[in-house]
């Protein structure tokens, strides 16, 4: 052993292992910098494009020269794919390597093509199986993610979410588990009440039973299953109305419930990806100001921090601002609280103020009871009118000018924004009256002048607006608004309709039908909607990346699905026949079912609806699937799909159905929840804008909110001292509680009634609906006397109550006047 040791140890001192280790240390450095370079970056990125034009080309019968160039492509990217690997592990050392999650997957993914390679070549296995590891190469793309800060952040935030969605998945799988053996319990073979129809979603075993309810949970469909549980316990009668307990339960608890969790982990990872794509935006604005004041000039510096200083100042001024359609934001809309006025529509206290005390309640006490919080839109604060530009409008109308000034009172008075609002409802309302087929009919021809004079009406609001605010020229202009451009486009289009001649019909035809925009023209007035349309378009802006990675995702999967179904779902009319050689001649067919209605059909060998010949196809067909609408009929098509060019085999591959869960649970289930959490996370980033540089808080925010909109509760005590005790009485709470349970047994009552009640008991029926319209009479009077009919009418519940009271006296007078001889 000590013979080992020194010889070893005289060759790690020997100076050609020095020589060694120093060309190992250079050559891992090169390999390092090669690596990480872009060139290599880059180049291999090209070779997933590659790859992925490789797998996109595959489809069904295809020629054989394309099948050996996929093949040899595919060897000598698996060779290059190996090659990275491999010289990654060199540079980075094996430890370092797996420290990333791409690394990891890009071993998973090589380790698995070199498998497959050498079992298909050992012809041990057929070129399929592990040959779907092909098309798992294309996330490979998502390294793009390293230059791309907002896709990488979105990527990032995702995985992250995994442990989230994992926990989810299994608590969802163990739902679907206990469901399956309850239903294979309650509806095991229960299903062929019909001898002459097969039914797919059954519970005649576990893994049927798991499909089906799977299907129930995506909600498709899901109500037949239920009407054929009905009908296997004796259809709409007891105890067959009693199992649909167990359908109502499995698509509330997992419909609604389970499947919305993946909603609101989409909207947690979004926020945090979006408050993490800010943050490094500021950041970077940070660097880069750092850096021209290292690189500028002692001018150029002070100028760079004194507009820092600036800017630093202006975020600290409170302002409430509105976003445009173009995403700038105009000065800020000063706003007065002094100048509060309650809104005409604000639903006024019935009691009386102390500075206004009403005659007739002089001598009834009030009670202040606690402060009344508002919602925000009752609050009505004026806001000034946008400012008229400081340039001259058509290089005539200065600020200055008489006409321009009262052009801009004019465009701004609250009447005049209401009267072309008036005016574009009165348009779409002649737009849709318009009759379609007859084009010279008369009402059209009076819809025509109508036409002609909204066009002048609206022209005329334009010129009034171009006039007070300029054209396009100068900041703040008409057409410096995407909602004016908008509003001038519809304009045009009835004006160029008017002007061209009656030869060129068809030009016109098109101009009249872009009239459909013109109730479009609300937007632009109506500040709650425009907020809303603005809302939707950064939406649609920002939604980019969520669109790249789901369709990133659907190729993938569209590939895969071209790989597992190619040629496989084709089938014969007459279902004897298995392939396109005996799918010939006729074959006897029989109406409804009937032995003695026979029908001669021509046989023909047809393709599913929706196939996976080619990945165009295949992407179609997925994103069918991902809606929900018929995707059951598409997988028991690809359960009994067998060979190419063979028909179908009952349940041949049910294990294929793991192909379409997994598809359902990352596409359907989750990234589709992606868009809906993003709208949702844009809409609260939006409306969070308004008080963007506020230093409150929301939740300081709210309390000041609170503050300003509280008012004092006011409550009616009668001083007479019998109606106070009326009054005593319907304010208690034995009294709210015997009116609960008369409200419980009217509904009682009313939920017995049925198809074929014999007459005694619709007579008994009767008698009850009269006694409870009488009790409840004698509610209403009772609160009548005890606050008065205009306290008692203050009430929106009680006017409610009123309404329901009156209409079944009405209803009962009407009944019993009918049923006189």
């Known amino acids: 052993e000590n013979c080992g040791a020194r010889l070893a140890h005289r060759i790690s001192k020997s100076k050609f292992s020095r020589y060694w280790r120093r060309w190992n240390r250079f050559c891992r450095r090169k390999c390092r910098a090669a690596v990480k370079s872009n060139v290599f970056y880059w180049l291999v990125i090209f070779l997933v494009f590659l790859n992925t034009l490789t797998i996109a080309s595959e489809h069904y019968n295809q020629p054989d020269w394309l099948t050996e160039v996929q093949d040899t492509a595919n060897k000598v990217l698996l060779a290059l794919f190996t090659a990275e690997m491999l010289l990654k592990m060199y540079s980075l050392g094996l430890q370092a390597y797996f420290v990333s999650l791409f690394n990891r997957f890009d071993c998973f993914i090589v380790c698995g093509g070199i498998l497959e390679t050498i079992l298909v070549e050992t012809k041990i296995m057929s070129p399929l199986g592990i040959s779907v590891l092909r098309c798992v190469r294309l996330l490979r793309i998502f390294k793009i993610t390293r230059y791309w800060n907002s896709l990488s952040n979105l990527v990032a935030s995702l995985l992250n979410s995994v442990r989230s969605i994992a926990s989810l998945l299994l608590l969802l799988f163990l739902f679907i588990i206990i469901f399956s053996l309850l239903g294979m319990q309650l509806f095991g073979g229960k299903f062929n009440f019909d001898e002459m129809q097969t039914r797919r979603s059954t519970f005649d075993n576990f893994p049927q039973s798991l499909l089906t309810v799977f299907q129930i949970l995506t909600g498709e469909d899901w109500n037949s299953v239920m009407y054929d549980g009905i009908m296997a316990y004796g259809g709409p009668s007891f105890p067959g109305m009693l199992v649909c307990i167990y359908f109502i339960i499995l698509f509330i608890c997992g419909n609604y419930i389970l499947l919305n969790v993946f909603l609101a982990i989409a909207v947690d990872n979004l926020a945090d990806a979006e408050s993490l794509t800010s943050a490094q935006k500021e950041e970077e604005e940070e660097k880069e100001r750092k850096k021209l004041a290292r690189t500028a000039s002692p001018e150029k510096k002070q100028e760079i921090e004194k507009t820092a200083v600036e800017e630093e100042t202006k975020e600290e001024k409170i302002e409430l601002k509105s976003i445009t359609a173009d995403g700038e934001s105009p000065p800020a809309t000063k706003i007065n609280v002094d100048d509060y006025q309650p809104n005409e529509n604000e639903e006024k206290s019935p009691y009386p103020t102390t ?467």
């Not at 451009?485 to 004006?495: E, K, N, W």
């Not at 009668?718 to 304010?731: D, E, G, I, S, T």
């Open 355 to 821: 500075e206004a005390p009403a005659e007739e309640d002089e001598e009834e006490p009030e009670m202040p009871v606690g402060p009344r919080p508002r919602p925000m839109s009752e609050l009505h604060l004026k806001e000034k009118a946008v400012p008229m530009p400081d340039a001259s409008a058509f290089f005539i109308f200065s600020p200055n000018n008489r006409f321009r000034v009262h052009c801009h009172r004019i465009v701004n008075d609250n009447i005049f924004t209401n009267l072309i609002l008036f005016f574009i409802l009165l348009s779409s309302i002649s737009l849709a009256a318009e009759d379609p087929v007859r084009h010279l009919s008369f009402r059209n021809q009076i819809l025509f002048y109508f036409d002609i004079v909204f066009t002048v009406i609206f022209t005329i609001e334009i010129a009034l607006k171009m006039t007070a605010y300029g054209a396009f020229l100068h900041k703040g202009s008409f057409c410096r608004n995407y909602f004016n451009i908008l509003d001038l486009l519809v304009v045009s289009v009835s004006l160029i309709s008017f002007g061209i001649q009656s030869s060129a019909i068809n030009v016109v035809k098109i101009l009249r039908v872009l009239r459909v925009l013109r109730p479009l023209r609300a937007i632009n007035r109506a500040k709650g909607l425009k907020h809303v349309v603005q809302c939707v378009f950064v939406a649609i802006r920002t939604i980019g990346n969520i669109v790249i990675v789901t369709t990133l995702l659907q190729f993938m999967f569209a590939c895969i699905g071209v790989q597992l179904f190619k040629g496989k779902l084709y089938s014969c009319t007459d279902s004897s026949k298995q392939t396109a050689a005996e799918c010939r001649g006729y074959y006897i067919t029989y109406k409804d079912g009937e032995v003695n209605q026979p029908m001669i059909q021509p046989r023909s060998w047809e393709n599913s609806k929706f196939d996976f010949d080619n990945v165009l196809t295949a992407m179609m067909a997925l994103f069918t699937v991902s809606t929900f609408e018929g995707w059951p009929e598409l997988l028991y098509r690809s359960i009994d799909s067998h060979m190419e060019d063979v028909g179908p085999i009952y349940n041949h591959r049910v294990e294929i159905s793991i192909f379409f869960i997994i598809y359902i649970i990352i596409i359907a289930f989750f990234m589709m929840n992606i868009f809906v959490g993003f709208v949702i996370v844009t809409f609260q980033e939006q409306g969070e804008q308004e008080y963007k540089n506020c230093e409150l808080d929301k939740n300081q925010r709210q309390c000041v909110e609170y503050a300003l909109k509280a008012r004092p509760l006011r409550r009616y005590i009668p001083k007479n001292q019998y109606q106070y005790k009326v009054w005593y009485v319907v304010n208690s709470t034995y009294f709210e509680y015997l009116m609960f349970v008369l409200i419980l047994l009217n509904t009682i009552c009313l939920a017995m009634q049925h198809y074929g009640q014999s007459c005694m008991f619709k007579e008994a029926m009767n008698i009850l609906n009269m006694l409870f319209t009488g009790l409840f009479t004698v509610e209403m009077v009772l609160k009548l006397i005890a606050f008065k009919p205009k306290h008692y009418f203050c009430d929106a519940w009680n006017t409610f109550d009123a309404l329901i009271v009156v209409g079944s006296i009405v209803d009962i007078a009407i009944t019993e006047v009918n049923a006189l001889p």
